[in-house]
T-cell receptor, first 112, second 112 residues
Framework: DAKTTQPPSMDCAEGRAANLPCNHS???????VYWYRQIHSQGPQYIIH???NNETNEMASLIITEDRKSSTLILPHATLRDTAVYYC?????????????FGQGTTLQVKP | EPEVTQTPSHQVTQMGQEVILRCVPI?????FYWYRQILGQKVEFLVS????????KSEIFDDQFSVERPDGSNFTLKIRSTKLEDSAMYFC??????????FGPGTRLTVL
């Protein structure tokens, strides 16, 4: 089973920030928080990851709480093309397996 | 930008037939994966492959499934005797040492 909990769906207005929450209260010390998204039936796409510090890249920002039990993915200016299912996954960063356990994710609908 | 490719994009087969799904991972990646997604359901891990051997497999990955890296570029998933319930999207993924996985576009397998 997935080790994360996410709301099943969210709406966001185009051009506004989308804030997607995730709870991962059982995360262990060597596990990272990863975010992926899946647009329609395409392959999942890596977005960002973090251990305990906030992270930002060209796609998004990741805010992780100090106790690491929850995080928020921020898409600063959502566009219609950001409509997708967003997955929050906890996993080790290296090692021979590194399997990703996907939950149901959050379906983000960006509306004009 | 390098990407994972998969062929064919759609495979239709009769129940009981063997199918081989092909993937070309990103060239300098070390770890390889197969996932599947039954229509309307979540993405499920099947198998991970490293150093020319399976490093982990799920309960789904029974004796009907096998993986192979026959040369330096291809990574294949074989289903020996397909069943109706094998109908799904199959995604290949690869990664370098760090666990940011890059997914292919998927192969839609339809078993009739």
């Amino acid at each position: 089973d997935a080790k994360t909990t996410q709301p099943p769906s969210m709406d966001c207005a185009e051009g506004r920030a989308a804030n997607l929450p995730c709870n991962h209260s059982t995360i262990s010390g060597n596990e990272y928080v990863y975010w992926y998204r899946q647009i329609h039936s395409q392959g999942p796409q890596y977005i960002i990851h973090g251990l305990k510090n906030n992270e930002t890249n060209e796609m998004a920002s990741l805010i992780i709480t100090e106790d690491r039990k929850s995080s928020t993915l921020i898409l600063p200016h959502a566009t219609l093309r950001d409509t997708a299912v967003y997955y929050c996954i906890v996993s080790r960063r290296s090692g021979n397996t590194g399997k990703l356990i996907f939950g149901q994710g959050t379906t983000l609908q960006v509306k004009p | 930008e390098p990407e994972v490719t998969q062929t064919p994009s759609h495979q239709v087969t009769q129940m009981g037939q063997e199918v081989i799904l092909r993937c070309v991972p990103i060239s300098n990646h070390l770890y390889f994966y197969w996932y599947r997604q039954i229509l309307g359901q979540k993405v499920e891990f099947l198998v991970s492959f490293y150093n020319n051997e399976i490093s982990e497999k799920s309960e789904i990955f029974d004796d009907q499934f096998s993986v192979e890296r026959p040369d330096g570029s291809n990574f294949t998933l074989k289903i020996r005797s397909t069943k109706l319930e094998d109908s799904a999207m199959y995604f290949c993924a690869s990664r370098p040492e760090a666990n940011e996985q890059f997914f292919g576009p998927g192969t839609r397998l339809t078993v009739l």
